[in-house]
């Protein structure tokens, strides 16, 4: 069974910083593209960023400047730093992992179990 565990969320003033980790575990051949999804209250989920497994990223306006998302290959881990947070940036963030198991196995969507992030003060 393929799992994902989050953690590193939290409560933290404004202009504080966080990171977040995603790891995940069982049976997997391939991951693709990692990323990192956030909802807030009566809001839709939105995109936080994405890193490829060649460490390419993509960032939301919004975090660009001041969150990192990097990855660790052989850990089957991607990260969040979050820097200068806000009180905008509350939300559950979510990690987002699509995996293969085999090489001739149809792609497949992984979330983890979210973490809840409060910048307040």
């Known amino acids: 069974q393929v799992q994902l565990v989050e953690s590193g969320g939290g409560l933290v003033q404004p202009g504080g910083s966080l990171r977040l980790s995603c790891a995940a575990s069982g049976s997997i051949f391939r991951i693709y593209a990692m990323g990192w999804y956030r909802q807030a209250p009566g809001k839709q989920r939105e995109l936080v960023a994405t890193v490829t497994s060649d460490s390419i990223t993509n960032y939301a306006g919004s975090v660009k400047g001041r969150f990192t998302i990097s990855r660790d290959n052989a850990k089957n881990t991607v990260y969040l730093q979050m820097n200068n947070l806000s009180p905008e940036d509350t939300a559950v963030y979510y990690c987002?992992?699509?995996?293969?198991?085999?090489?001739?196995?149809?792609?497949?969507?992984?979330w983890g179990q979210g973490t809840q992030v409060t910048v307040s003060s």
């Open positions: 987002h992992v699509p995996y293969a198991t085999t090489t001739t196995g149809q792609s497949r969507d992984l």
